[in-house]
């Protein structure tokens, strides 16, 4: 596996692969690697001739007091898994050059954006959608693989893409879950041994909402009210609860299929993110 840090590189190298006839996936992440990342991997080792990875630890999707400094940052650890799992290029931009000291385009992405992660941190998805884009723009993928633990990510990437006429396919892998189904994240590190235990409480309340939806429930408001109650009993702080459809990620009445249930809690001064399919496709 190559290691780039240059925009020309990581293009040179691009461009040979697509000139022999390769389909180029890329992988975009912010580091600290878990198997959920290394699934997507997997999955863009499976489909595309070239896997890119990239790691970059994105200022611009952080907003005041949010967690850019400590984030945790493992390159060297996040080289060996990529290596294991087959990846031909790690693009590691420095984060000094990454965007100029003038640097004043941004790129915003209405309506799949306001609600959500969007409500309750201002600004986060204008990060994110410049700096996907600007990513694609340098890889210029074939594919891009995403995880659906970042369902309302993955809702505004896939507008963008759509709305800008990126030449690229979005793939999704479902999300990837410890034994007591708490979703994997980089910020799990986080958690101490008590707050752990206190997390495992957030995956048991969407399972039990899933569990209300298969005996008839389909009013989104009751099942947000009483998943919001179960994990508050849990010892959890909820920055919210919504039914969404994940494609707009509007909020219907009645809850349909297709429809996933997305929240965000908190435990001490760690913030998690998870979502489920409420019924079978």
């Not at 909820?238 to 908190?266: K, N, Q, T």
């Amino acid at each position: 596996m190559k290691t780039v840090r240059e925009v020309a590189d990581l293009r040179a190298l691009v461009s040979a692969a697509k000139r022999s006839g390769q389909t180029v996936g890329f992988v975009p992440t912010m580091g600290a690697l878990h198997a959920g990342h290394v699934s997507l991997v997997a999955r863009a080792r499976g489909e595309c001739g070239l896997v890119v990875v990239s790691i970059f630890v994105n200022p611009l999707q952080f907003g005041p007091g949010e967690d850019f400094e400590r984030y945790p940052r493992k390159e060297a650890e996040d080289r060996a898994a990529l290596e294991r799992e087959g990846a031909d290029l790690l693009y590691s931009p420095d984060p000094r050059t990454f965007y100029a000291p003038d640097f004043s385009t941004r790129v915003e992405v209405g309506k799949v954006s306001e609600r959500g992660e969007g409500g309750i941190r201002p600004g986060h998805f204008r990060g994110v959608a410049t700096v996907v884009a600007k990513l694609f723009h340098q890889v210029q993928p074939d594919a891009a693989f995403f995880g659906m633990k970042d369902l309302q990510q993955v809702a505004v990437i896939r507008r963008m893409v759509r709305d800008l006429d990126f030449p690229i396919r979005i793939e999704t892998g479902e999300t990837i879950r410890e034994p007591d189904g708490l979703a994997l994240s980089s910020r799990n590190a986080y958690l101490t041994a008590d707050e752990r235990q206190v997390a495992a409480g957030f995956p048991a309340a969407l399972f039990e909402a899933r569990d209300r939806v298969a005996a008839g429930e389909r009013d989104s408001g009751q099942l947000e009210a009483d998943t919001r109650l179960d994990l508050k009993s849990a010892g959890l702080v909820v920055d919210y609860v919504e039914v969404v459809e994940p494609e707009s990620m509007a909020h219907p009445r009645r809850i349909e299929r297709g429809c996933r249930l997305a929240a965000a809690v908190r435990v001490g001064k760690t913030r998690l993110l998870d979502n489920i399919a409420l019924l079978e496709e």
